[in-house]
């Protein structure tokens, strides 16, 4: 079974500029969460989408980030702009859904460094 | 929001020796779960526990779900330097089952 792809590995950008990162979950997996990790802390939640809807962003700085997962399957998460405290690892993560049991699985993620 | 607090936020031991990683919250969860992670890779799930009270044992392993099912325990045996890592709790809530992280502990276990 394939796992959570992500792209790019790793991402070198100057403040103010824009930025993408990509997800694919892993098949069948309705639940899509994007982290965001500084190094040595854990995982904070930026956004949770079930299919295509979003079902939360509370923690999600929508003035500079915004997330997308058309038809309900690859995500793309954009920075723009992007601030120094931007740098971080971005982790997306799948999981089956809404049982109960919600075993997420990783992507290796995306290390992001703003100059 | 519900927040994990996980003691210690490091530990360096030597093979050999047991450990105990802590993690608590004042809110119930409907699962928690722990995830191991290595430098420049995603967290990878270890165990889930669901129902208060559980203990499960993974090899060296021993986690426990309190209770009230707010806090949990992780207990190694015997710690390897291949058990070196960051351990992640993650609680399991809400009606749309966010997964939240603790800030983890980072254990170095020296040869």
């Known amino acids: 079974e394939a796992g959570v792809a992500q792209s790019p590995r790793y991402k070198i950008i100057e403040k103010r500029q824009s930025v993408a990162f990509w997800c694919n979950p892993i098949?069948?997996?309705?639940?899509l969460y994007w982290y965001q990790q500084i190094l040595g802390q854990g995982p904070k939640l930026l956004i949770q989408f079930q299919n295509n809807g979003v079902v939360d962003d509370s923690q999600l700085p929508k003035d500079r980030f915004s997330a997308e997962r058309l038809k309900g399957v690859d995500s793309t998460l954009k920075i723009q702009p992007a601030k120094l405290e931007d740098s971080a690892v971005y982790l997306c993560?799948?999981?089956?859904?809404?049982?109960?049991?919600?075993?997420?699985?990783f992507g290796q993620g995306t290390r992001l460094t703003v100059v | 929001t519900q927040l994990l607090e996980q003691s210690p936020q490091f530990l360096s031991i030597q093979e050999g020796e047991n450990l105990t990683v802590y993690c608590n919250s004042s809110s119930v969860f409907s699962s928690l779960q722990w995830y191991r992670q290595e430098p420049g890779e995603g967290p990878v799930l270890l165990v889930t526990?669901?129902?208060?009270?559980e203990v499960k044992k993974l090899k060296r392993l021993t986690f426990q779900f309190g209770d009230a099912r707010k806090d949990s325990s992780l207990h190694i045996t015997a710690a390897q330097p291949g058990d070196t890592g960051l351990y992640l709790c993650a609680g399991s809530g809400g009606s749309n089952y966010k997964l939240t992280f603790g800030k983890g502990t980072l254990l170095t276990v020296n040869p």
């Open positions: 993560a799948s999981s089956l859904g809404p049982t109960g049991n919600t075993e997420a699985f």
């Open positions: 526990v669901v129902t208060g009270g």
């Open positions: 098949s069948g997996h309705a639940t």
